[in-house]
T-cell receptor, first 113, second 111 residues
Framework: NAGVTQTPKFRVLKTGQSMTLLCAQD?????MYWYRQDPGMGLRLIHY???????AKGEVPDGYNVSRLKKQNFLLGLESAAPSQTSVYFC????????????FGQGTRLTVV | SQQGEEDPQALSIQEGENATMNCSYK?????LQWYRQNSGRGLVHLIL?????REKHSGRLRVTLDTSKKSSSLLITASRAADTASYFC???????????FGKGTKLSVIP
């Protein structure tokens, strides 16, 4: 099992460009999450999904969109990248609500210049 | 805002000493979890404690939970240089699907 795989691992964007980050999990998990991690800020939740076809806003959703067309994939889109979106992005998945752990991808380091 | 807040932000100890990290949270929870992150890597789950539990052990890890104070602590005994990492608490709020994290404690264990 690969677990949670994020693509790409690194990316440099120019301000105003768009891109999509892909998260794929092979554990048949219902819940999936996108976080961003900035120095001194810990992990902040951007968007999450509790099942195929569902998405919801987290703590810092502005400037991002997401889609969960297939259960195993959770896509994070930046329509018009801004320097403030320079960060490390982590995807996580979780089996069900409650007493289960989350599994994380290795992260995507995004720089917007 | 973030659910959990760890304390201290950074901790430096000698190998063999114990390390204690604290976490405070804001709302009622179903459970509280601790994760570890090595530099530049994803987070790895360490231990989960349910809201009706007060203490839990796993190897050299001991977690306590005080729901009346909305706080938890993680104790790592007999620390090793390999324990050097950042440690985060995370919680599932009662009735919430969100898994929210604190800002983390950066632990350095000096050989």
């Amino acid at each position: 099992n690969a677990g949670v795989t994020q693509t790409p691992k690194f990316r440099v964007l120019k301000t105003g460009q768009s891109m999509t980050l892909l998260c794929a999990q092979d554990m048949n998990h219902e819940y999936m999450y996108w976080y961003r991690q900035d120095p001194g800020m810990g992990l902040r939740l951007i968007h999450y999904s509790v099942g195929e076809g569902t998405t919801a806003k987290g703590e810092v959703p502005d400037g991002y969109n997401v889609s969960r067309l297939k259960k195993q994939n959770f896509l994070l889109g930046l329509e018009s990248a801004a320097p403030s979106q320079t960060s490390v992005y982590f995807c996580a998945s979780k089996e069900v609500q409650g007493l289960t752990e989350a599994f994380f991808g290795q992260g995507t380091r995004l720089t917007v210049v | 805002s973030q659910q959990g807040e760890e304390d201290p932000q950074a901790l430096s100890i000698q190998e063999g000493e114990n390390a204690t990290m604290n976490c405070s949270y804001k709302t009622s929870i179903n459970n509280l979890q601790w994760y570890r992150q090595n530099s530049g890597r994803g987070l790895v789950h360490l231990i989960l404690i349910r809201s009706n539990e007060r203490e839990k052990h796993s190897g050299r890890l001991r977690v306590t939970l005080d729901t009346s104070k909305k706080s938890s602590s993680l104790l790592i005994t007999a620390s090793r240089a390999a324990d050097t990492a950042s440690y985060f608490c995370a919680s599932n709020g009662a009735g919430s699907y969100q898994l929210t994290f604190g800002k983390g404690t950066k632990l350095s264990v000096i050989p």
